[in-house]
């Protein structure tokens, strides 16, 4: 029986876009609001798409992204598919994480999900895109599930408990992420971290942060099943 629920972030930790992430959440937000709508300069690393889209709408002057989200999703959506397709920009699983998410699915200690400042649809596209499968993920909590982060382990635990119909504490969970919101959003919640140098962050960053464990990536299989079965 499961004790231990493990989260994984996906930008920067189970993959990377190289671009096609933020190039078609870009031309999607030009489509839909305008030539002016930009990126530029606002945080993305580890933050919710939602608000992401909040915060850039904000620089236009445009209240209310809520209003705006649907039409939003399809058309980033359709952008990301279309660069994912065009093969410019190819989608890479990170090094280990083939391996690791099959060793885990293996071992009945372990339930797996997602814990992601990405929307459903476009998260499971970069997956796809990387050749993650995403029947290894039971548990989602997505970018537009919480008004931040933080709020985000709440939900994943919410669903952990439905899904094994057991109660099921904060600190059995562990979240893998390449940021310090995950590396936050996990102390905000007494779960456990593990932060991963594949992505933003590098390791005294994550380090100070407060990680349990940091490694530069998850290809030493071994090394990572051990820290997990005994976090
Ligand atoms: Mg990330």
Redesign the pocket.
């Known amino acids: 029986m499961s004790q231990r629920l493990i989260l994984f972030?996906?930008?920067?930790?189970l993959l990377r876009t190289n671009g096609a992430g933020v190039g078609a959440f870009n031309e999607a937000g030009r489509r839909v609001f305008g030539e002016d709508f930009s990126l530029e300069g606002l945080l993305v690393?580890?933050q919710l798409d939602s608000l992401i889209l909040g915060r850039a709408l904000d620089r236009l002057g445009i209240e209310h992204f809520e209003a705006h989200m649907d039409i939003f999703r399809l058309h980033y959506h359709e952008c990301l598919t279309r660069h994912f397709n065009s093969g410019e920009r190819e989608a890479v699983a990170m090094p280990g994480v083939q391996e690791l998410l099959g060793r885990l699915g293996a071992d009945d200690q372990f339930d797996v999900g997602l814990l992601t400042g990405n929307l459903e649809e476009t998260g499971l596209l970069k997956l796809e895109a990387a050749g993650i499968a995403s029947f290894h993920f039971h548990i989602h909590a997505w970018g537009d599930e919480g008004d931040s982060r933080e709020e985000l382990p709440p939900v994943a635990m919410d669903r952990w408990r439905a899904h094994r119909s057991a109660d099921r504490e904060f600190h059995q969970a562990i979240i893998i992420?390449?940021?310090i919101h995950?590396v936050g959003c996990a102390k905000a919640n007494g779960c456990r971290v593990l932060g991963v140098c594949t992505?933003?962050d590098d390791r005294p960053t994550l380090e100070k942060a407060g990680a349990d464990l940091v490694l530069d990536d998850l290809s030493d299989t071994d090394a990572v099943m051990s820290w997990l079965e005994s976090a």
């Open positions: 972030d996906i930008d920067g930790t690393g580890g992420g390449d940021t995950d992505g933003v």
